[in-house]
Protein backbone atom coordinates (compact mmCIF):
# COMPACT_ATOMS: atom_id res chain seq x y z
CA UNK A 1 0.00 0.00 0.00
CA UNK A 2 2.72 2.21 0.89
CA UNK A 3 5.02 1.83 -2.58
CA UNK A 4 1.21 2.44 -4.74
CA UNK A 5 0.90 5.56 -2.45
CA UNK A 6 4.79 6.88 -3.16
CA UNK A 7 4.44 6.15 -7.04
CA UNK A 8 1.89 7.93 -6.90
CA UNK A 9 3.16 10.73 -5.20
CA UNK A 10 6.30 11.01 -7.67
CA UNK A 11 3.49 10.60 -10.45
CA UNK A 12 2.11 13.82 -9.36
CA UNK A 13 4.87 15.77 -8.60
CA UNK A 14 6.15 14.58 -12.14
CA UNK A 15 2.90 15.86 -13.47
CA UNK A 16 3.48 19.59 -11.82
CA UNK A 17 6.61 19.76 -13.21
CA UNK A 18 6.25 19.09 -16.81
CA UNK A 19 3.13 21.22 -16.13
CA UNK A 20 5.84 24.34 -15.00
CA UNK A 21 7.60 23.55 -18.06
CA UNK A 22 5.19 24.60 -20.31
CA UNK A 23 4.58 28.02 -19.72
CA UNK A 24 2.00 30.29 -21.80
CA UNK A 25 2.60 34.06 -22.99
CA UNK A 26 1.82 36.84 -20.60
CA UNK A 27 0.38 39.94 -21.28
CA UNK A 28 1.91 43.37 -19.80
CA UNK A 29 0.27 46.39 -20.37
CA UNK A 30 0.35 49.75 -19.45
CA UNK A 31 -1.50 53.74 -19.88
CA UNK A 32 -0.33 56.74 -20.46
CA UNK A 33 -2.27 58.15 -17.64
CA UNK A 34 -4.95 56.58 -15.08
CA UNK A 35 -6.33 59.88 -13.88
CA UNK A 36 -8.44 62.27 -16.76
CA UNK A 37 -9.35 65.46 -14.95
CA UNK A 38 -12.01 67.02 -16.50
CA UNK A 39 -11.99 70.73 -16.72
CA UNK A 40 -14.29 73.52 -18.16
CA UNK A 41 -12.12 73.97 -21.05
CA UNK A 42 -12.72 69.80 -21.36
CA UNK A 43 -12.71 69.04 -24.68
CA UNK A 44 -12.29 65.63 -24.98
CA UNK A 45 -8.32 63.48 -24.92
CA UNK A 46 -6.54 60.25 -25.99
CA UNK A 47 -5.20 57.85 -23.96
CA UNK A 48 -2.63 55.51 -24.88
CA UNK A 49 -2.59 52.28 -24.15
CA UNK A 50 0.83 50.08 -24.47
CA UNK A 51 2.41 47.01 -23.97
CA UNK A 52 4.33 43.94 -24.60
CA UNK A 53 3.52 40.19 -25.26
CA UNK A 54 6.31 38.31 -23.02
CA UNK A 55 7.76 34.91 -23.82
CA UNK A 56 10.34 32.97 -22.22
CA UNK A 57 12.38 29.94 -23.31
CA UNK A 58 9.87 27.64 -22.03
CA UNK A 59 6.67 29.12 -23.95
CA UNK A 60 5.48 26.95 -26.45
CA UNK A 61 6.20 27.52 -30.05
CA UNK A 62 2.95 28.50 -31.86
CA UNK A 63 1.94 29.48 -35.65
CA UNK A 64 0.72 32.31 -36.31
CA UNK A 65 -0.11 35.65 -35.54
CA UNK A 66 -1.59 36.98 -31.67
CA UNK A 67 -4.70 38.86 -31.50
CA UNK A 68 -5.04 41.54 -29.24
CA UNK A 69 -8.54 43.23 -27.54
CA UNK A 70 -7.98 46.48 -25.30
CA UNK A 71 -11.72 47.03 -23.54
CA UNK A 72 -12.05 50.32 -21.87
CA UNK A 73 -15.22 50.20 -19.73
CA UNK A 74 -16.68 52.76 -17.73
CA UNK A 75 -18.80 52.79 -14.45
CA UNK A 76 -22.26 50.60 -14.54
CA UNK A 77 -25.26 52.54 -14.78
CA UNK A 78 -29.14 52.12 -15.14
CA UNK A 79 -30.04 53.47 -18.50
CA UNK A 80 -33.81 53.69 -20.24
CA UNK A 81 -34.21 53.62 -23.97
CA UNK A 82 -37.44 55.43 -25.16
CA UNK A 83 -39.47 55.23 -28.45
CA UNK A 84 -42.56 57.67 -29.34
CA UNK A 85 -45.84 56.21 -30.18
CA UNK A 86 -48.75 58.15 -31.41
CA UNK A 87 -51.57 59.20 -28.71
CA UNK A 88 -54.39 61.00 -29.48
CA UNK A 89 -53.02 62.43 -32.25
CA UNK A 90 -49.99 63.68 -30.33
CA UNK A 91 -46.01 61.86 -30.58
CA UNK A 92 -45.37 61.21 -27.02
CA UNK A 93 -42.78 58.91 -24.67
CA UNK A 94 -45.55 55.65 -25.21
CA UNK A 95 -42.56 52.62 -24.74
CA UNK A 96 -39.83 52.59 -23.18
CA UNK A 97 -36.73 49.54 -21.45
CA UNK A 98 -34.65 50.60 -18.78
CA UNK A 99 -31.47 48.30 -19.11
CA UNK A 100 -29.53 47.42 -15.51
CA UNK A 101 -25.56 47.24 -14.84
CA UNK A 102 -24.60 48.99 -18.17
CA UNK A 103 -21.34 50.71 -18.78
CA UNK A 104 -21.68 54.30 -19.12
CA UNK A 105 -18.87 54.09 -21.80
CA UNK A 106 -17.28 51.15 -23.70
CA UNK A 107 -14.55 51.84 -26.32
CA UNK A 108 -13.03 48.17 -27.44
CA UNK A 109 -9.66 48.22 -29.59
CA UNK A 110 -8.67 44.93 -31.73
CA UNK A 111 -6.55 43.42 -34.24
CA UNK A 112 -9.18 41.67 -36.22
CA UNK A 113 -13.17 41.98 -36.31
CA UNK A 114 -15.07 40.91 -32.81
CA UNK A 115 -16.79 37.76 -34.91
CA UNK A 116 -13.13 36.97 -35.89
CA UNK A 117 -11.61 36.86 -32.28
CA UNK A 118 -13.32 33.94 -31.01
CA UNK A 119 -16.48 31.58 -30.26
CA UNK A 120 -19.74 33.59 -28.66
CA UNK A 121 -19.44 31.97 -25.61
CA UNK A 122 -15.90 32.82 -25.11
CA UNK A 123 -17.17 36.69 -26.25
CA UNK A 124 -19.89 36.55 -24.18
CA UNK A 125 -18.23 35.75 -21.01
CA UNK A 126 -15.66 38.41 -21.39
CA UNK A 127 -17.92 40.74 -22.72
CA UNK A 128 -15.97 41.77 -26.03
CA UNK A 129 -17.79 43.04 -28.50
CA UNK A 130 -21.11 45.49 -28.36
CA UNK A 131 -22.96 42.69 -29.62
CA UNK A 132 -21.83 40.57 -26.24
CA UNK A 133 -23.19 42.95 -23.72
CA UNK A 134 -24.94 41.34 -21.15
CA UNK A 135 -27.72 44.20 -21.43
CA UNK A 136 -29.83 43.07 -18.64
CA UNK A 137 -33.61 44.26 -18.39
CA UNK A 138 -33.88 45.76 -15.03
CA UNK A 139 -37.38 45.56 -14.03
CA UNK A 140 -40.37 44.21 -15.60
CA UNK A 141 -40.96 44.65 -19.05
CA UNK A 142 -44.20 45.70 -21.16
CA UNK A 143 -42.59 45.38 -24.59
CA UNK A 144 -43.21 42.64 -26.43
CA UNK A 145 -40.68 39.65 -26.48
CA UNK A 146 -40.99 40.14 -30.25
CA UNK A 147 -39.64 44.04 -29.81
CA UNK A 148 -37.12 43.35 -27.10
CA UNK A 149 -34.42 43.49 -29.74
CA UNK A 150 -35.15 46.63 -31.77
CA UNK A 151 -34.86 48.38 -28.12
CA UNK A 152 -31.32 46.88 -27.74
CA UNK A 153 -30.15 47.83 -30.98
CA UNK A 154 -31.96 51.42 -30.90
CA UNK A 155 -29.62 51.63 -27.45
CA UNK A 156 -26.48 50.61 -28.95
CA UNK A 157 -26.64 52.69 -31.81
CA UNK A 158 -27.84 56.19 -30.07
CA UNK A 159 -24.71 55.56 -27.53
CA UNK A 160 -22.29 54.93 -30.80
CA UNK A 161 -23.57 58.17 -32.12
CA UNK A 162 -22.91 59.94 -29.03
CA UNK A 163 -19.29 58.90 -28.56
CA UNK A 164 -19.91 56.73 -25.79
CA UNK A 165 -19.40 53.19 -27.30
CA UNK A 166 -17.25 52.51 -30.47
CA UNK A 167 -15.73 49.44 -31.85
CA UNK A 168 -12.68 49.88 -33.38
CA UNK A 169 -10.60 46.96 -35.64
CA UNK A 170 -7.98 46.80 -36.59
CA UNK A 171 -6.86 49.89 -34.33
CA UNK A 172 -3.69 48.36 -32.32
CA UNK A 173 -0.49 48.61 -33.81
CA UNK A 174 2.44 46.50 -33.50
CA UNK A 175 5.17 48.45 -32.75
CA UNK A 176 7.50 44.49 -32.94
CA UNK A 177 6.75 41.40 -33.00
CA UNK A 178 5.76 41.31 -29.42
CA UNK A 179 5.40 45.22 -28.76
CA UNK A 180 2.06 46.94 -29.04
CA UNK A 181 -0.20 50.56 -28.29
CA UNK A 182 -3.00 51.74 -29.49
CA UNK A 183 -5.24 54.99 -28.18
CA UNK A 184 -8.35 55.55 -27.31
CA UNK A 185 -10.72 58.53 -28.04
CA UNK A 186 -12.36 59.77 -25.09
CA UNK A 187 -15.11 62.24 -25.71
CA UNK A 188 -16.02 65.41 -24.39
CA UNK A 189 -19.13 63.67 -22.30
CA UNK A 190 -17.39 61.20 -20.84
CA UNK A 191 -19.50 60.61 -17.02
CA UNK A 192 -17.19 60.61 -14.28
CA UNK A 193 -16.03 57.50 -12.60
CA UNK A 194 -13.76 54.72 -11.88
CA UNK A 195 -12.86 52.76 -15.36
CA UNK A 196 -11.65 49.34 -16.17
CA UNK A 197 -8.76 49.18 -18.46
CA UNK A 198 -9.14 45.04 -19.69
CA UNK A 199 -6.94 43.75 -22.41
CA UNK A 200 -7.07 40.35 -23.99
CA UNK A 201 -4.41 38.21 -25.66
CA UNK A 202 -5.91 35.04 -28.15
CA UNK A 203 -4.42 33.10 -30.37
CA UNK A 204 -6.88 31.04 -32.89
CA UNK A 205 -10.08 31.45 -30.86
CA UNK A 206 -8.19 30.71 -27.93
CA UNK A 207 -7.27 33.15 -24.72
CA UNK A 208 -3.69 33.09 -23.64
CA UNK A 209 -3.46 35.84 -20.64
CA UNK A 210 -5.59 38.57 -20.04
CA UNK A 211 -5.02 42.09 -17.24
CA UNK A 212 -7.27 44.57 -15.77
CA UNK A 213 -6.15 47.87 -14.84
CA UNK A 214 -8.14 50.68 -13.49
CA UNK A 215 -8.40 54.40 -14.62
CA UNK A 216 -10.51 57.24 -13.09
CA UNK A 217 -12.21 60.36 -14.67
CA UNK A 218 -12.76 63.38 -12.19
CA UNK A 219 -13.76 66.45 -12.43
CA UNK A 220 -11.28 68.70 -10.55
CA UNK A 221 -11.46 72.96 -9.42
CA UNK A 222 -14.63 74.64 -9.50
CA UNK A 223 -16.42 72.08 -11.81
CA UNK A 224 -15.72 68.96 -8.87
CA UNK A 225 -17.14 71.59 -6.10
CA UNK A 226 -20.35 72.07 -7.98
CA UNK A 227 -20.34 68.40 -9.30
CA UNK A 228 -19.91 67.46 -5.50
CA UNK A 229 -22.58 69.88 -4.45
CA UNK A 230 -25.37 68.55 -7.09
CA UNK A 231 -24.90 64.99 -6.36
CA UNK A 232 -24.38 64.75 -2.29
CA UNK A 233 -26.65 68.02 -1.35
CA UNK A 234 -29.16 68.90 -4.30
CA UNK A 235 -31.57 70.66 -2.01
CA UNK A 236 -28.68 73.57 -1.00
CA UNK A 237 -27.41 73.44 -4.57
CA UNK A 238 -31.00 74.32 -6.05
CA UNK A 239 -31.04 77.26 -3.71
CA UNK A 240 -27.71 78.34 -4.53
CA UNK A 241 -28.55 78.46 -8.53
CA UNK A 242 -31.54 80.10 -7.71
CA UNK A 243 -30.24 82.88 -5.42
CA UNK A 244 -27.24 83.34 -8.19
CA UNK A 245 -29.68 83.82 -10.90
CA UNK A 246 -31.35 86.45 -8.92
CA UNK A 247 -28.10 88.21 -8.27
CA UNK A 248 -27.22 88.59 -11.66
CA UNK A 249 -30.33 89.09 -12.43
CA UNK A 250 -30.19 92.27 -10.43
CA UNK A 251 -26.92 93.25 -11.29
CA UNK A 252 -27.38 93.01 -14.92
CA UNK A 253 -30.46 95.44 -13.98
CA UNK A 254 -28.22 98.15 -12.06
CA UNK A 255 -25.88 98.31 -14.75
CA UNK A 256 -27.71 98.68 -17.21
CA UNK A 257 -30.44 100.69 -15.60
CA UNK A 258 -31.34 104.14 -17.72
CA UNK A 259 -32.05 107.48 -15.95
Given at each position: M???L ?5 A???G ?10 EL?TA??S ?6 S??T?T ?7 V ?11 D?D???V?EG ?5 T ?8 G ?11 NVP?F?A????AK ?5 S??L???YR???N ?17 D?F ?11 G?F?E?P??I???T?TM ?16 K ?13 K?E ?8 G??Q??Y ?7 V????L?VF ?6 W ?9
Open positions: IRYALAIAFLALASAKAVHAEVISDLVSIRNFGDIVIFGQSRDVNSISRSGYLVIVPPQEITRRKGRFLVWVNRYYETFEAYLASTVSDLGRELDEIGLHLNLAIARRSSVPLSERDRQAFLRLRQQQLSRGAEFLSFRTNVPLPANIPVGTYVKSFLLHQGSLLSTAKMHVAKTFEVTNLAQKMPAYGLAFAIFTGLASVIFKRD
